[in-house]
């Protein structure tokens, strides 16, 4: 596992991107609490509490960072200090919003907010600014959208710890066992195979296949099924992983086969569509159409991708109506399915990051239906 942050380097032009963003939004600040945005911007991880701590960005002069005296220590580890922020802290009987006021110069002040900033916090603040907030997300977006780098170099490795651990999903697929048995068995190889933390797992057999969303359960597997295998965890710094591969429990019916090789085609048609100035929608329409074709498009119920990052969904989204034009740098899934409700379920997905030219995908595992031999 790699550091808890990158350089302080990173995290400067950050800053100054931020405040660029926020001078052309035409707003005197960004107020970020904890969450995602805040570790983009400083790499912090403090967690969102009922005493407030936020990042304070203004157009023009330093950034400061607002923080309970009793919560200082949540700041180590993150490059706040190394910047040389401004730290105010406060204890109970401070009225904490007044600080942010005062770093952004005084109420009032036309400010963008995280969209993660609850209301117990968003409230006061709002009325010690005199000014309603905005999001923040259309100004950060931008930033978080396009990778740099350290993040994509963080995301391939990443899809290659998942990969690892696909590589041993179909020796934890024997029959008899149940979903939730093979779970804890996949929840264990995240960790092992170099991520911190275990994200997300999804098992789904048989019948589960066809619920895009199901988690796992008691079900035992059985010769026949088809099993869904979604997968994913955190890899420092923080950057997150998710491939799915799906799993025949013996050898697939002709017609399990045949459709199966329709949607290997869909994946890889939305793979190949990606390149700079080709839309979003334009890539989720390459996957929708070949499975139209075929006649499965009722069975293709969701988005063909997500953008992904520090958070598993992120933009950009991968989705009919979406016009924004990919550019190099954009990191984000291709993971077409086909669901058949009461029988099966299939999905393939790869991680890709868009390049100068085309996508360099970060997940390289065959896609082909992967048959687990039965005894």
Not at 341 to 360: Q, S, Y
Request: aromatic share 6%.
């Amino acid at each position: 596992m790699g550091s808890h942050r990158f350089d302080v380097a990173v995290y400067a032009g950050r800053l100054a991107a931020a405040a660029g963003a926020t001078v052309e939004a035409g707003l005197d600040g960004l107020v970020i609490t904890p969450g995602y945005d805040l570790r983009y911007l400083t790499g912090s991880r403090a967690q969102t509490l009922e005493r407030l701590t936020a990042l304070v960005v203004p157009a023009s002069g330093d950034p400061t960072v607002v923080v309970p005296r009793l919560e200082l220590a949540s700041l180590k580890g993150s490059a706040i200090a190394e910047l040389g922020l401004a730290v105010r802290d406060w204890v109970d009987g401070d009225d904490p919003y007044r600080l942010v006021s005062a770093a952004l110069g005084g109420a009032p002040a036309a400010t963008a907010v995280t969209d993660s900033m609850p209301a117990l916090h968003l409230l006061p603040l709002a009325g010690e600014l005199g000014v309603p907030p905005v999001l923040a997300t259309g100004i950060l977006r931008e930033l978080r959208m396009v990778k740099q780098e350290c993040e994509i170099d963080a995301l391939r490795k990443a899809g290659s710890a998942i990969d690892r651990v696909h590589a041993r999903v179909p020796e934890f697929l024997v029959p008899g066992r149940t979903e939730a048995d093979v779970a804890a068995d996949i929840a264990e190889a995240i960790v092992a195979e170099g991520h911190s933390e275990v994200s997300f797992i999804i098992v789904g057999s048989g019948p589960h296949g066809a619920d895009p969303h199901h988690s796992y359960s008691g079900r035992e597997l059985q010769v026949g099924d088809v099993v869904v295998v979604d997968i994913g965890g955190c890899y420092e710094p923080g950057y997150q992983s998710d491939s799915t591969r799906t799993y025949s429990i013996g050898e697939p019916s002709p017609e399990v086969a045949q459709q199966y090789s329709v949607l290997q085609r869909a994946q890889r048609a939305a793979f190949d569509a990606v390149r700079p100035g080709v839309t979003a929608e334009q890539v989720d329409a390459a996957a929708r159409e070949v499975l139209a074709d075929a006649g499965l498009a009722e069975f293709f119920v969701h988005r063909t991708g997500h953008g992904i990052g520090l958070s598993v969904h992120e933009e950009p989204y991968i989705v009919s109506g979406n016009d924004l034009p990919l550019t190099a740098g954009m990191s984000f899934s291709i993971e077409p399915g086909i669901y058949f409700p009461g029988r099966w379920g299939a999905r393939i997905e790869d991680i890709v990051v868009v390049t100068e030219d085309g996508a360099l995908a970060v997940n390289n595992r065959p896609h082909e239906l992967v048959v687990v031999p039965v005894s």
